[in-house]
């Protein structure tokens, strides 16, 4: 028997093409979220210059809180909501985040109906670049404590607020590693190359006007018989 068809499936399964591409009409949303992203990782840098300022003059470390959390996440959302204006969302969601990375690192993508296989993927390659990171130090230990005390694992673990910003650069610089190369594939495919208008033969359209077998009109007799007419004779 052979082998050939579960060896091609698995080949299918493991290449490029076993997430979900992104299609032609999807050209202009992956344009609008590299905008998104690239805003989003535009702000994180410029509050993680503040924040390197702050425990400078301060000379004391500056620990990740929630409430901390939220302040920063309101800024950048800010800056979010500017370079989205006006145009529907890329990411439309079922509550307040397209997608989320829980305690146990699992990912839950949280868009609506209405988004787009290709940004569902974008949102994705985020999460798992933070399920990525919890998974670094997940324990059995460190589950208990988050269980016991509810606190996130960034809480839980003494991170710097810092190095939450660092991740959240790394979540959307994963999109756009993402978004880059299928805008990149799309722009080669000849499915998404615009047609060329339609060229319209005037030939035969002139032939039809100017039979082959008909005379040019003489313009001397032409004028002669319209002088005959006018005189009667």
Same mark, same amino acid.
């Given at each position: 028997m052979s082998h050939a068809p579960l060896i091609l499936a698995l080949l299918v399964a493991f290449?490029?093409?076993?997430?979900?591409?992104?299609?032609?009409?999807?050209?202009g949303?992956?344009?609008?979220? @590299?905008? *998104?992203?690239?805003?989003a990782i535009e702000a994180y840098g410029a509050e993680m210059s503040k924040m390197m300022e702050q425990m400078q003059r301060t000379q004391a470390?500056?620990?990740? @809180?929630? *409430?901390?959390?939220?302040?920063?996440?309101?800024?950048?959302q800010e800056a979010l909501n500017k370079v989205s204006a006006g145009r529907i969302s890329t990411t439309p969601t079922m509550?307040?985040?397209?997608g989320g990375t829980d305690n146990l690192c699992n990912v839950t993508i949280g868009m609506h109906p209405s988004a787009t296989a290709c940004m569902r993927e974008s949102v994705k390659r985020h999460e798992e670049f933070h399920r990525a990171e919890c998974l670094k130090t997940r324990t059995a230990g460190k589950i208990g404590t988050t269980i016991k005390t509810g606190q996130d694992r960034f809480e839980r673990d003494g991170i710097q607020l810092f190095?939450?910003?660092?991740?959240?650069?790394g979540g959307y610089m994963e999109e756009i590693k993402f978004l880059g190369a299928e805008e990149a594939r799309l722009a080669r495919a000849p499915e998404c190359k615009p047609k060329a208008p339609p060229v319209r033969d005037y030939t035969a359209e002139q032939r039809n006007r100017s039979p082959a077998n008909q005379k040019p009109a003489d313009p001397v007799k032409s004028g002669v018989d319209e002088i005959r007419r006018k005189l009667g004779f």
């Amino acid at each position: 028997m052979s082998h050939a068809p579960l060896i091609l499936a698995l080949l299918v399964a493991f290449s490029g093409s076993a997430f979900a591409q992104c299609q032609c009409i999807d050209v202009g949303d992956i344009k609008a979220r @590299t905008k *998104e992203a690239t805003a989003a990782i535009e702000a994180y840098g410029a509050e993680m210059s503040k924040m390197m300022e702050q425990m400078q003059r301060t000379q004391a470390p500056l620990p990740y @809180t929630p *409430e901390r959390r939220q302040k920063l996440q309101g800024r950048v959302q800010e800056a979010l909501n500017k370079v989205s204006a006006g145009r529907i969302s890329t990411t439309p969601t079922m509550g307040d985040n397209p997608g989320g990375t829980d305690n146990l690192c699992n990912v839950t993508i949280g868009m609506h109906p209405s988004a787009t296989a290709c940004m569902r993927e974008s949102v994705k390659r985020h999460e798992e670049f933070h399920r990525a990171e919890c998974l670094k130090t997940r324990t059995a230990g460190k589950i208990g404590t988050t269980i016991k005390t509810g606190q996130d694992r960034f809480e839980r673990d003494g991170i710097q607020l810092f190095q939450y910003a660092q991740e959240e650069v790394g979540g959307y610089m994963e999109e756009i590693k993402f978004l880059g190369a299928e805008e990149a594939r799309l722009a080669r495919a000849p499915e998404c190359k615009p047609k060329a208008p339609p060229v319209r033969d005037y030939t035969a359209e002139q032939r039809n006007r100017s039979p082959a077998n008909q005379k040019p009109a003489d313009p001397v007799k032409s004028g002669v018989d319209e002088i005959r007419r006018k005189l009667g004779f």
